[in-house]
């Protein structure tokens, strides 16, 4: 028994620990990715730049490091959401971005709630997702976490059709409220 309760008490540490550091990166210094400090510097210095990749069968928006970035649906274009342990989980982007290679949108900032500004597109906030551990993955895409629906961020700014599921292609919103359901 207390080599169990031993094994699980180094298991919860270890979590607290990770969730620890994930919380750290997504601060102010926080890259698109949450990666690493060379990237922490490149995004204070406004070198976060955001490129256009397709992924499954979707044009999506992707950090410099090639990481999927995604909106969440409570959000609004001047609000995020998604903060304390939904932002351990969904770090998210440290605005502002440059717009590379087939991002076609308008990139912009809002505050957060802790006076760190938030990197947006066609006035979604942006985020990552801590599951997504190499380039090119989008497991985050069709989530229902963290009280409500998570969508990789599209070059067009569409978003799913009513419903759709993870996966399934997207139709293009258009008007005011970029999706927001408003």
């Known amino acids: 028994m207390r080599k169990i309760w031993g094994a699980a008490g ?3 540490f270890a979590l607290t620990v990770s969730a620890c550091a994930s919380s750290a990166s997504s601060t102010a210094n926080t890259p698109a990715a949450g990666g690493n400090s ?8 406004g070198g976060n730049t955001v490129t256009a990749k397709t992924i499954g069968s979707q044009q999506v928006l992707v950090d410099s490091q090639g990481m999927t970035l995604y909106w969440f649906v409570p959000d609004t ?9 939904c ?29 760190t500004k938030q990197a947006t597109y066609l006035g979604h906030p942006l985020y990552t997702y801590i599951g997504d551990k190499s380039p090119g993955q ?15 961020m599209t070059v067009s700014g569409s978003t799913p059709a009513a419903n759709a599921g993870a996966g399934s292609t997207a139709t293009s919103t258009s008007g005011a ?6």
Do not use: F, H, M
């Not at 060379?38 to 995004?43: D, V």
């Not at 932002?87 to 440059?98: D, F, I, K, Q």
């Not at 989008?138 to 990789?152: D, I, P, Q, V």
């Open 87 to 115: 932002a351990t989980y969904w770090p998210p982007v440290t605005g502002p971005l440059t717009a590379g290679s087939g991002v076609t949108g308008t990139l912009g900032t809002i505050t957060r709630s802790d006076g």
């Open 177 to 182: 409220g970029g999706g927001y359901g408003y």
């Open 138 to 152: 989008a497991t985050g895409n069709g989530k229902n976490l963290s009280g409500g629906l998570w969508w990789e």
């Open 77 to 85: 274009s001047s609000k995020s959401n998604c903060s304390g342990q």
């Open 38 to 45: 060379s990237s922490s510097a490149s995004a204070a210095a």
């Open 10 to 12: 180094l298991a919860a």
